[in-house]
């Protein structure tokens, strides 16, 4: 598979050491460069995976660009939408083929249930000889070919009949209840999610010790023309920047910061903080950080549905803390 | 017009029913079987399929028949439309990929509905049946639970 450089740290994970378990190779490739989504194809290469927008770099992909070269060589493209979430992007309109949720984050919004979406298009031809688990006779279903049987519903009839049997990844009917729960308000609460990143963005942009904020909804983002295109309610409401006094003035701010929950999830209706160098990301040195997109001093910030004006008066208290410890501004 | 279809029919002959478990026409007899529908075979291969005798056309089938069902190539269709019109049938429904201009028009100049390119079984799923409860886009937005709208 080839896959984007710049992915949810779990995801990395998954694919580096359990799909390296099940003898699936990953070939990474900076998501901006079209070229190198070209050149990393090779004659057993399955298909393309990257982030509507990536965690927690804030790149935005080029859905449309990426969708053809995939398709122009046979592979589908698989999408994480999760930071997005239908409301502003729907991949498979830029001709995603499969697109996934985590739905733990924006869909149920509040931070309670842990689940899962696929979504595919029904329109990849999964019969192109290339993936022969779903479209041969299936030894586990009494020889029936999936694809050729059900047609546009034959990749997810498989997902369900099989793979979802076998590893019984199934959502927990309270959770199904919760989503359902969460959907109802999905179009509210994305609206205003965003409206509080831009604003909270905004004022960091200009803040005398935040550096790098990599919020593409912002005007000088580079990213600007694919926001316009692809997100053009909203470049979501996750975004990372840079404490000027690293490590130390990262771990000050988020101990002056009392409104935002310091938790490791994001997508909740709760504003959300986490450091990483000094919690998920504790035990890498400087070298492995950067190599892992983040900086000694990277704050990721999930920016939830409260008022504006509240959120900003606590990330001043977290500036405050950082500054009085006097790691700050170093 | 397809849900009308659904809930006035009571007999369904489905002409090119498999007796292979398997196969997507077997599916649809069974599904059509538990949700009510008498189904009535039409193959002169097998000799019962699904508890019901199997007819090898429909001209032999001795009952009234609502909707046939065509699970057959494009080219079989003219014939089976005639035969169809013959049966005083209210419906031809075409099952995937089944189109065939001229079989169409002889039924639809008799009066008949002509429905092609369709899955009956998952056209009941998705209007009066649990389409949803599979995770698939049923492309209805309703709050209206499966009746008649």
Sequence with gaps: MVSSASLYGGTVNQFKHVLRKLSVELTWVDPDDLDAWRAAIRANTKAFFAETIGNPGGNVLDLEAVARIAHEHHLPLLVDNTFATPYLCRPIEWGADIVLHSATKYLGGHGTSIGGVVVESGQFNWSNGRFPVIADPSPAYHGLQFHETFGTYGYLMKLRAETLRDLGACLSPFNAFLFLQGLETLSLRMTRHVENALAIANHLATHDLAANVRYAGLAGSRYRPLVDKYLPRGAGAVFSFDIRGGRAAGEDFIRGVTLWSH????????????????????????????????????????????????????????????RACGAAGG | ????????????????????????????????????????????????????????????????????????????????????????????????????????????????????????????????????????????????????Q
């Design chain 2, 1 to 148: 017009m397809m849900q009308r279809i659904l809930l006035d029919s009571k007999t369904v002959a489905i002409v090119g029913l498999s007796g292979n478990p398997l196969r997507a026409s077997h599916f649809v007899g069974f599904y059509l079987q538990r949700h009510g529908y008498r189904v009535i075979p039409v193959n002169p291969r097998e000799a019962e399929i699904l508890g019901e005798r199997s007819y090898p056309s429909l001209r032999d089938v001795p009952v009234a028949i609502d909707v046939v069902n065509v699970f057959r190539t494009p080219d079989a269709l003219p014939g089976i439309a005639e035969e169809a019109v013959e049966r005083r049938a209210k419906c031809l429904w075409c099952q995937f990929n089944v189109v065939n201009e001229a079989g169409a028009r002889i039924a639809t100049q008799a009066g008949l509905t002509v429905i092609m390119d369709r899955c009956i079984k998952v056209e009941h799923a998705r209007f009066v049946g649990r389409m949803h409860w599979l995770g698939f886009n049923t492309q209805r937005i309703t709050s209206v639970r499966g009746m008649l």
């Design chain 1, 263 to 322: 938790l490791a999830n994001v997508g909740d209706a709760k504003s959300l903080v986490i450091h990483p160098a000094s919690t998920t990301h504790r035990q890498l040195d400087e070298q492995e950080l950067k190599a892992a997109g983040v900086g000694p001093g990277t704050i990721r910030l999930s920016v939830g549905i409260e008022d504006a004006a509240d959120l900003i008066w606590d990330l001043e208290q977290g500036f405050a803390r950082a």
